[in-house]
Structure formats: C-alpha cells, structure tokens
C-alpha cells in the first residue's frame, strides 16, 4: 500500500529502526506490538511449507504498510513471516493512532483507499502470471509484474526493477524450480526482453510488449 504527502506528519511523529538484510521482523502467528511502514529498502513476506520450502507472498516497498489485515483488525496474528529482503529502515507504527489520524484527516484516508485499490491492481496481475501454465509465459508475467510494482523508467522503452531479485527469490515466488527460472530467464535474455545490471533486472518494454497479449501499461500501478 504506498504511501504519499497526506500520511508524511503522522509517519515522521513515528520512531524508526533498522534492520539487516535476512532480518526477521514479525514471525508467523506472532501477535504484533506495532505495525510498519518501509521508509527505505524492501521487506518479504513470506510461508514456509511442511517441507520448509519458503513461499513468498509478497514484497513491502518504500511508503508501503504491513501487516495491513492487523492494522484494520481484520486479523489477530500476523499470517505471515516478514524479513528485510534489503537493509532497511522502517516506521513502527501505533494502530491506534493511525486509525485516529486517518479518521480525522480525509485525504489521508482517500490515500489509504487507493492504497488498497493498488494492492488489488498488483495482486491480480500476480494471479495472472500463477495461473499461466507454461513456465516460459509464467516467468515472462512475473517480470512484467515485478517491472510494474517495483520498476523505475530509465526510459520510455526501458524499466529497472529497483529490488535485487535473486534467481532463487523469483523460484519461490512462482512455484518453479531455480534451474527452471534459470533456463526461461535465459530465454528472455535472448529474445532481448531483460538483461542485468548492477545485480538488478532491466526490462525493455517494447519487447515485453511483443510477447504479451496485453499492452505494457507503465502508469498501470505507479
């Protein structure tokens, strides 16, 4: 859920902590004392199967909140683990005194809607990309995903997805073996629709559009 100018005075009233790369802030099923909002870096959230394998949720951006179904009483416990995929400095964050501040401020609480309705505008694509059955179509939709959510334009035609994503982070977040993700992003990379740099994925958008039955949508999200 980002976050904009009408939530700026209540978050800078809020103290701040650090956490490391790989850090645990909230264990599955834990009651929260607080709940956050991503001033710098990315959180991961996260279950973890009988088997142990860990299967990613979703990611918490800058100005994002979690765990947004706690903040709302909509949930007791949180349903998820939440670990800094980045180093990363987060709000901590008073339920109450957010609910009060956004009860009493309208704009602030249109900017928590339209956070809500950006999360069903990113959860539907996420959707998408799961429900396609060939790897090749399944990975091609979580970069077109993960450009729309995470990306920052370089340029009209060009997209960086400004999260380090490991080969083994987009594995777990779409079902796929790492060896798979290996091949089909290598794929991409030949048909020139991704490349690396700086550890980051970079996307050319036209011919991401090439490949999908919609059109690349760069305002869709941001």
Known sequence: MPLNNYLQPFLKRCTTHFYKKGEVILQQDAVPCS???????????????????????????????????????????????????????????????????????????????????????????????????KAFDKVLYTIQYLALCFGRNVRTDLVEISVPFTQQDVANFTGLTRETISVELKKLSALKVIFYRNRNFIVLTDKLDALLDDEYEHQLIR
């Open 35 to 133: 709940a956050f909002a991503v001033k710098t870096g990315t959180i991961k959230a996260y279950n973890i199967t009988s088997k142990g394998e860990e299967k990613p949720i979703g990611f918490s951006s800058k100005n994002e909140l979690f765990p947004i179904g706690w903040i709302f009483n909509k949930i007791r416990k949180a349903q998820y683990y939440y670990e800094a995929l980045s180093d990363s400095e987060l709000y901590t964050i008073h339920k109450d005194d957010f609910a009060s501040y956004i009860k009493d401020n309208s704009n602030a609480m249109s900017q928590v809607l339209d956070g809500c309705l950006w999360d069903v505008l990113s959860n539907e694509m996420r959707i998408n990309a799961l429900s396609q059955s």
